[in-house]
């Protein structure tokens, strides 16, 4: 069977919600026995989202052969529950550098280098390689951006060319749009989304499906309305009620008939669906349960997205264990004003994520100092286990002024220090330990425990580690590094003996948790917290603070 091509482009409004519509494809398509991989087309000239700033891109998601993306990929691995490539997501900054580097090389033979069918063939040629690569049955493209955007002319233009080269009986474009309500006449308005698909139309691609997203139930006559002046069959507009449960997606598009509809159109022979397992999973999510309420002390609050995956990660963990986890968001530069403790003093557990650069860091600090003495769960991950080892070392071996070469290269105890091998980087992105790397576990500790494997490979995206030189003196103090590096260079997890359960870890464990199956050390971490709510009782804060 050749293979098949899905693409979602958006219209209307950005932010409409391609990533998730493109995943939950992705889970109905795999229920019926259909493999498939997810493709993000990301318009924007730089090369990766690497040195972009999360106020803008949000999260950097890393897929396990150290390629830094858009956190759309996250949506598709949590989803379908694959294991993505850097194949899966490219930009425009990619295709020009290499359609140059091409030229340079004389591989066009002095042609004159032009946007079609130069930029074109290069796009095209990549999401070939991805179904090539992957050896699936279908490739879901989205492409990013909104249709009437002038960066993303190029994408649009080469998946309509797509249809020409693979057959129009072996591609489907769909479209997502967002139906307005008007209060005053309380009326969805379809008038948005006909603009958007004559725009489309115009660029020469006809959408074979319309997901129309709507904070309304949308009547029968508006569906009608939209079939009519789109020219789709009516069956083929699926309306997407916006839902609190992010993972009953896949369920709505499924009820409205959108898998049949595809599977009929491009000739799958995939075997019905099964779903169950993923209903029984939005049912866990749905039920009443108790409430805990985690801290994310981290320096990008002010956008959530900043930390998709962390978020994710405590969800499905508080459905493992039978709890609504409730996210307090703290801005970890007001701890270093005295503001925001309140909030902190009543939570059942404490996540402090990466980040880089010196604002807030000593936020963290602080937070990670509070844990400790408080016996409150603790999690933390990349600059989280670094703040906790800088803590420790200030605050129970008494190096004053300890802290990490980042932020302090004049300081007597640089317990965080740059990794050898990154002493002689000098461009910026890409360039970090990034993707998989082992770890080796150490018997009888909480990382031990929780993983109850000898050996596991995490996700990695940094600089600095935890000093060699300062080892010795702070396993000898209590630290426990219950994780390490298989040739016992790198120090990957570290915990606090006797504590209740304060973990951090060098890697991302947030970025292999799905749904239905919870990253170890989150679910721990959870349960921990879960013991704390039991408990009901935090000791006051430390200094005063």
């Known amino acids: 069977m050749p293979t098949k091509y899905i693409f979602c482009t958006g219209g209307v409004v950005s932010s409409v919600g391609k990533g998730v519509t493109a995943a939950a494809i992705g889970r109905i398509l795999k229920a019926r026995g259909i493999k498939v991989t997810i493709q993000k087309l990301d318009p924007y000239i730089n090369v990766d989202p690497g040195t972009m700033s999360p106020y803008q891109h949000g999260e950097v ?4 052969d150290g390629a830094e993306t858009d956190l759309d990929l996250g949506h598709y691995e949590r989803f379908v529950n694959i294991d993505l490539t850097r194949a899966s997501n490219f930009t425009t ?3 020009y550098n290499s359609v140059i580097a091409q030229e340079r090389r004389g591989d066009y033979l002095g042609a004159t280098i032009q946007a079609i069918p130069h930029i074109t063939n290069e796009i095209k040629n990549r999401i070939k390689h991805v179904g090539q690569l992957t050896e ?7 492409i990013g951006g909104t249709v009437g955007d002038i960066e993303s002319q190029p994408f649009l233009e080469a998946i309509r060319q797509m249809r020409t080269d693979v057959g129009p009986e072996n ?5 997502v749009t ?4 008007i209060g005053a006449t309380g009326e969805l308005k379809t008038k948005p989304t006909q603009h958007s698909v004559r725009e489309l139309r115009g660029l020469g691609i006809q959408p074979h499906v319309i997901v129309a997203r709507s904070d309304y139930p949308t009547p029968a006559e508006v569906i009608d309305k939209i079939a009519l002046f789109c020219d789709v069959e009516k069956r083929a507009v699926i309306p997407l009620l916006t839902t609190p ?6 369920l709505l598009v499924e009820d409205a008939g959108l898998g049949d509809f595809l599977a009929e159109a491009l000739s799958l022979n995939g075997k019905p669906a099964d779903l169950s397992g993923w209903r029984e999973l939005v049912d866990r999510i749905k039920a009443p349960k108790a409430e805990i309420t ?12 900043a930390y998709m995956s962390v978020r994710e990660a405590l969800y499905h963990a508080g459905v493992a264990n039978g709890t609504d986890v409730n996210v307090e968001w703290v801005y970890s530069g007001d701890l270093e004003k005295d503001k925001g403790w309140d909030r902190l003093e009543k939570v059942d557990g404490i996540v402090v994520p990466g980040g880089f650069g010196y604002r807030g860091v000593e936020g963290k600090v602080l937070a990670a100092q509070w844990a400790r003495e408080n016996k409150v769960p603790y999690l933390g991950l990349c600059l989280g286990l670094q703040v906790m080892c800088i803590d420790y070392a200030r605050n129970v071996l008494k190096w004053e002024n300890a802290n990490s070469a980042e932020f302090d290269s004049a ?3 640089p317990v965080i220090d740059l990794m050898p091998d990154q002493k002689s980087v000098t461009d910026m992105g890409g360039t970090m330990r990034l993707g998989h790397y082992p770890c080796m576990l150490k018997p009888g500790t909480i990382a031990g425990d929780a993983y109850a494997e000898q050996e596991v490979k995490e996700r990695h995206r940094h600089r600095f580690e935890v000093n060699n030189a300062f080892r010795d003196e702070l396993e000898a103090a209590g630290l426990v590094f219950s994780g390490i590096s298989p040739d016992s260079r790198l120090v990957e997890i570290a915990e606090i003996k006797g504590h209740p359960f304060m973990v951090g870890s060098q890697f991302h464990p947030e970025f292999q948790s799905r749904p239905n199956r919870p990253h170890p050390l989150f679910d721990a971490f959870i349960r921990a917290a879960v013991d704390c709510h039991g408990n009901g009782e935090k000791e006051p804060k430390v200094d005063g603070k």
């Open 294 to 305: 985690i801290a994310i002390v981290g320096k990008y609050v002010a956008l959530h997205d």
């Open 171 to 175: 591609t489907i474009f769909i479209h």
């Open 245 to 250: 449960y992010l993972y009953e997606v896949p």
């Open 178 to 181: 967002f139906l307005p309500h």
């Open 136 to 142: 699936a049955d279908v490739v879901i493209v989205e």
């Open 411 to 413: 300081t007597d105890y």
């Open 93 to 95: 900054g990619q295709v």
């Open 61 to 64: 998601y890393v897929t396990f």
